[in-house]
């Protein structure tokens, strides 16, 4: 068979329903289980007024999330039968005729109009839903002035990024991606090192853990299993929610340890212990090591399989766009490599969830279990979270195992 423009055009839309449908069967099927009885194991979780809350919390983020999926299909669908990427290659092109800067305007102007879509949706999701049950701590002037700051970090590092792409395919051709590879894998370990010192301040304060009883704790387990930590921060999380996290980012000497103002709050101290002996775990166990390296293989393959396709005038036909170009190309792959990536995101997603089994068993065994489980079952109830997720969307969607497995692991 001889492809057509019209073949790949129909190959793209098919995708993207195809994709669309799996996703909100997946969706009606978990919301399903929401009225499920909680598993004897969890029962301790909440008690009914809580329980209740978290089952309204749910359904009313599966009906706005239902909403904003639809209107996003909607407005893509529309946007490719209306030849929309060709109207908007022609404004780009009418600006100029370099096509460094044709490539920024046409990704200008697509990511222009998703925010002026999406922008009141996620005041909605903040400040009605958010706000509703107790989540949201943000105020107006804040979620402005964050929407503008990722706008200008969008801009700054991500067109500068996609300029040098452009530039690498405007002198290599088909070979540009070799040196984007090389380019993104050093860029991804720039970040890695350095995202804390970089961006976070931009958007988050970030202090030193003090002085106590919970510092001292974090550096004698460090200390006990080996793990060099002399960078323990505390993050402002409670000026946008009062949800919990921690996160450990970096390696060698720039690795640290990012603690939630809110995390302190809601636990204590031998719970905090047990969330860090979990990131160690990942630490010791090489997860963040291979994460890095997987992704970046990922990475490499893609670009290699793009670099196949950039030139074909099929893709830009296919959109209504005579002249080949490197932004005309990139969209339409980026439809068609689709069933790709969502193979590998579930491969990662497993991969991923065995790495927090992993985790889990190296914070029982230098720490403790029922530490762990105090605070995984706090966070699950703080967070208002599902304890009763379908298997299958748990297999679509979950880097992490379900609470239930995690807490029936650490119990053996």
Known sequence: MNLTPEIIFNVIIGILVVSFLIDKYLDLLNAKHFDDEIPEELKDVYDQERYLKSQQYKKENFRFSMLISAISFIATIAFFYLDGFAYVDGIARSFSSNEIIITLLFFGIILLGSSILTTPLSYYQTFVIEEKYGFNTSTKKLFFIDKIKG????IVIGGGVLALIVW???????????????????FSIFMMLFYSTLIVPLFNKQTPLQEGEL????????????FNLDKIFVIDGSKRSTKANAYFTGFGTKKRVVLYDTLINDLEPDEIVAVLAHEVG?????????NMFTSILTTGITLYILSLFIDNSLLANALSVD???FHIALIAFGVLYTPISEVTGLAMNYISRKF???????AKEHHSAASLISSLKK????????LTPHKSYVFAHYSHPTLLQRVQNLAK
């Open 356 to 362: 927090e089994y992993q985790a889990d068993a190296y």
């Open 323 to 325: 002249k080949p170009s």
């Open 168 to 186: 690498f395919y405007q002198l290599t051709g088909q070979n540009f991606w070799i040196y984007t590879w090389i380019f993104i894998a050093a």
């Open 151 to 154: 706008w200008l970090l969008m």
């Open 282 to 290: 990942h630490y010791k166990k090489k997860h963040i090591i291979f």
């Open 215 to 226: 510092k001292t704790k974090l550096e004698d387990f460090a200390s006990k299993v080996g």
């Open 379 to 386: 966070l699950s109830k703080n967070n208002l979270s599902n």
